[in-house]
Structures are given as C-alpha cells and as structure tokens.
C-alpha cells in the first residue's frame, strides 16, 4: 500500500486489483481512519455489572472487581486506556487506541460472562442478553 498526504487527506492507493491487495486496502485505510478519530475523539466503552454483591471500585490505576468469587479481582489499566466506575455497576474503559479499549472490555467481561438464566454478569451496555426459562418443577 502506498499511502500520501495531500491538502490534508491521507490517500491509500494499492499497486495492483488482486483480491488480496483489494482487502488490504480496506484494512489499511480503516486502521488510518480509526486512529485519526481515536485522537480527535476518544473510543468508549461501557460495562455493566448485574448480581447480588457484584461491584467494581477504582483507586489509582487499578480496577478491583467483585464478581461473587472468594477473592476480588485486580486488573491494572494498559498503558494508553482509562478506566473509570461513575457508579459501582457501571465501568467506563476510554482511549484513543480502538483495539486495546475493545481487548481490555473483553478481558473484563471475560472474568464472569453474563448467564442466561438470570442475567448476573458483566456485559457490554449494549448487549441483550437472550433469558432461558429455568426448570419447570415436577408434576
């Protein structure tokens, strides 16, 4: 790929129109596009925390969470991502790189997924968590 700056546009051009080179140029113009927007306006995501005595607190850079094990759970923010809890059900990851706000987001719901039974977990504040029926008790 060839890319050049021109009157304040990044141009990406590719040398040929083989199928491989053709989806490169895709990668490469929005991996460009996303890091001009990570700088001119932060990527965000949002958790939410569902379950009796499930919480999240912040001090410093470190994030604990209780998620209903015997030990609570301590994750430091990489270099480059913001952390931050306006309540503690909610966790707001920001950054101006994509891919490390996204990775940080699924190593944190990573440590207890939602469950479809009752809903308790960490998920994303988009996400819709399909709900099963439990057991029907014996007649």
Not at 6 to 19: A, C, F, H, T, Y
Not at 47 to 67: E, M, P
């Amino acid at each position: 790929m060839t890319i050049e700056i021109e009157n304040n546009e990044i141009l990406v051009s590719r040398p040929n129109d083989l199928k491989r080179e053709r989806a490169l140029h895709g990668l490469t113009r929005t991996l460009l596009r996303n890091m001009v927007q990570g700088v001119h306006e932060s990527f965000k995501k949002t958790l939410q925390i569902n379950g009796t005595g499930y919480h999240a607190q912040k001090s410093g850079k470190t994030l604990t969470l209780f998620l209903g094990y015997s030990h609570p759970i301590e994750l430091q923010d990489p270099e480059g991502v913001e952390s931050a809890c306006p309540n503690q059900t909610t966790i707001e990851i920001t950054g101006i790189d994509k891919e490390k706000v996204g990775q940080y987001a699924a190593d944190i719901r990573a440590k207890r997924p939602p469950e479809p039974y009752k809903g308790k977990g960490v998920k994303y504040s988009t996400e819709k968590i399909r709900r099963k029926a439990g057991k029907t008790g014996k007649k």
